[in-house]
């Protein structure tokens, strides 16, 4: 794996990811997207909730920087205006909903999905 992109001090993280294909062979090119969905409950502050897209590398890595710790957030495969569900890491193309740890990175959820033709 590549080395970890630190986030922007302590009350950030990074999210990584590696991607696979069908025949568990790294995958570059593919899209992962994620949005806030719930912040950590700090009083005083506003938080955008825009969705935002990494490409993965040609080592099938994405890494996302600058999560905010303790907040909640949905990641799916593919672009941000892909047509998600929410559901479990079973359904394809599902929206997985997770919470940022206490720490400088960690391992995003699993997620299932097909390519765009």
Same mark, same amino acid.
Do not use: C, H, M
């Given at each position: 794996?590549?080395? %970890? ?14 991607? #696979? ?10 899209? %992962? ?7 950590? &409950? ?9 969705? #935002? ?14 999560? %905010?710790?303790? &907040? ?23 929206? %997985?909903?997770?919470?940022? +740890? ?6 995003? +959820? ?5 390519? +765009?033709?």
């Amino acid at each position: 794996l590549n080395a %970890i992109t630190p986030s922007d001090g302590s009350l950030t993280s990074t999210g990584v990811l590696v991607v #696979r294909d069908e025949n568990y062979a790294l995958e570059q090119s593919v899209v %992962i997207s994620l949005q806030l969905t719930a912040g950590p &409950g700090t009083a005083g502050e506003a938080l955008d909730t825009a969705s #935002r897209s990494e490409t993965s590398d040609a080592a099938g890595e994405v890494q996302f920087t600058n999560l %905010i710790r303790g &907040g909640t957030y949905n990641v799916w495969r593919g672009t941000s205006s892909t047509t998600s569900v929410f559901g479990s890491a079973a359904t394809s193309g599902a929206k %997985i909903s997770f919470v940022v +740890p206490d720490s400088g990175s960690f391992n995003l +959820p699993e997620l299932l999905g097909v390519d +765009p033709a």
